[in-house]
């Protein structure tokens, strides 16, 4: 996997743009899969999909600051992440 922001060749990609939001601000740190995803810098792209209405009611509780799910960018790469492990 990349070892630098610079060096990406791979990306996650996750539905509902409120999800990246909270990663890049640092509010969501553990992502779940089920596969392991080997350390590394990761492209973070949102899907065009939008989260369910119960799941984006879920992230407004927890993270009042989240922008509404309309209002953010779809089918991008969004920012970079960096995984440091794998369980």
Do not use: F
Not at 26 to 45: F, S
Request: positive net charge.
């Amino acid at each position: 996997m990349a070892s630098s922001p610079g060096t990406i060749t791979k990306a996650l990609t996750l539905k509902g743009a409120q999800y990246n939001h909270c990663i890049l601000e640092g509010h969501k740190t553990i992502e779940n899969r089920t596969w392991r995803i080997a350390p590394g810098w990761y492209a973070l792209h949102t899907g065009t999909g939008k989260s369910d209405a119960a799941t984006q009611q879920r992230l407004r509780l927890l993270v009042p600051s989240v922008p509404d799910e309309a209002s953010l960018p779809k089918g991008v790469i969004v920012g970079a992440i960096n995984v440091s492990h794998s369980l």
